[in-house]
């Protein structure tokens, strides 16, 4: 117990009375970690800006008894751009609420922490599609959680074109091993996943893809993640209503 300084960004936040709130941040070198900011949501409140959605901070919290209590955020970056921005935003929305429902808790989260603050400074600062944002994000996230590989056949390896997604069981398959009825893949989606799982950094959002790649990545990646990760997110489908 005591006062502790973490490095982090905000990932989900819920009110708690009137003018707090408890956030929910990916800490360096710990991994998740709620705090609870009393008089948060004032508008005079010294909190107010470091305990909102996306906020990368510095803080410095009092650690009692299975409770951290938050004394000062000072900002690093708060992404306000995207908020400038429909689509953005709710692609930013999206990233967040599913690294918060599928992170797991008790151990370090760094690579995910700074994907999700890659992906951020992407959808803020650059006009690559904000769809396309969260689809290479989710990619590198898969990657990163051990569930998917470097986007060879899942029985054999093989990477030759065409790979086909076998939808009942979110499997990516070469010709050999199908069972029929699986999907072909597009040579760009089957490129870009590899692309995506073979580089690091800033560097995998360095392509674009057409208006039926990315609509084939958005479909095919929607029934992995529901497979493999237990996920169907609404935040993933409100940008489609936009």
Known sequence: MGVVKLRGIVIAES????????????AKGIGRVMLSARGAKNT?????????????????????KGFYSLNQADLIESFYGIRMDMDKLAEAVYLAELVEKTCPEGMEQDETARLLLYALTVLEKTELPPRLVSRIFEVK????SGLLSDGGCMVCANAQEPLFFNETDGEFLCREHCHGGETPLLGAVQRAISFIAQNEGKRIFAFSLSVEALAQMDSVLRRYLEIHMGVSLKSREFSRQL
């Open 15 to 26: 009110q708690t009375g009137e003018s707090s709130k408890r956030i929910l941040i990916l």
């Open 141 to 144: 996230y898969l990657q990163l």
């Open 44 to 64: 005079k409140s010294k909190l107010l800006s470091g305990t909102q959605l996306f906020s990368y901070c510095d803080f410095v919290a009092f650690e009692g």
